[in-house]
């Protein structure tokens, strides 16, 4: 895989490293209000290309951030979920702590989706700030471009096999897809998501 670590700024349009983001969204971030926000970074643990930018209401609970994450990135079949912060676990039963009770600027945690084939995420909160959001109480300020992947013709990737992945092959322009040997029942497309080929993963309500 071969992974752009660029972003599109979602307030500006901009474009800017995942390393340069951050800075940016300081001064991009100009609106002001009363409400408590927390900005969040988040990138797969295990796959950093995939990452988000997100402002969140403080005043949220765990579990309004758990589905913002199931709903972007990760939601496939239902499976169970977790967040570990400061050495403590907060499984599904435990998600109604709301964020100000448990995070604070400076903070590093992590979320778990799915205990079998599991996709893991680091979070961030960057900073901490007093503005407005809409009814959802979260939105995206930044989100990585799909990374570019190719098939092994050389032409960009449309689909994964989920047998091949696990050997770091199968990544497949829609041509060779087609004659690919497990068949084209264990193909899923290639989407903006750290959890791309995994399980019966097909993309978020949010697209790419």
């Known amino acids: 895989m071969g992974g752009k670590m660029k972003g599109k700024c979602f307030l500006c349009n901009k474009t800017f490293s995942k390393a340069g983001m951050t800075k940016h969204l300081k001064a991009c971030i100009k609106e002001s209000g009363e409400t408590k926000l927390f900005h969040i970074m988040i990138e797969g643990l295990h796959d950093p290309e995939y990452w988000l930018h997100i402002e969140i ?3 949220a609970i765990l579990g309004d951030l ?3 994450l199931r709903d972007i990135w990760l939601e496939c079949c239902g499976h169970l979920s977790k967040f570990t912060i400061n050495r403590e676990s907060y499984s599904e039963e435990d998600m109604n702590f709301q964020l100000n009770r448990v995070l604070k600027p400076g903070m590093e945690f992590y979320h778990i989706y ?3 084939s599991s996709t893991e995420l680091r979070l961030r909160v960057v900073s901490e700030r007093e503005g407005k959001i809409g009814e959802e109480g979260v939105r995206i300020l930044a989100r990585n471009e799909l990374p570019l992947i190719t098939c092994g013709c050389g032409k960009n990737a449309k689909w994964v096999c989920t047998e091949c992945i696990y050997e770091g092959e199968g990544w497949l322009c829609d041509e060779c897809a087609k004659e690919h040997e497990c068949g084209e029942e264990m193909l899923l497309p290639v989407v903006n998501s750290p959890r791309v080929g ?3 993963y097909n993309g978020g309500k949010y697209g790419n």
């Open 57 to 59: 209401s403080a005043d």
């Open 66 to 68: 758990d589905q913002f």
């Open 114 to 116: 799915d205990f079998g």
């Open 198 to 200: 995994v399980c019966g």
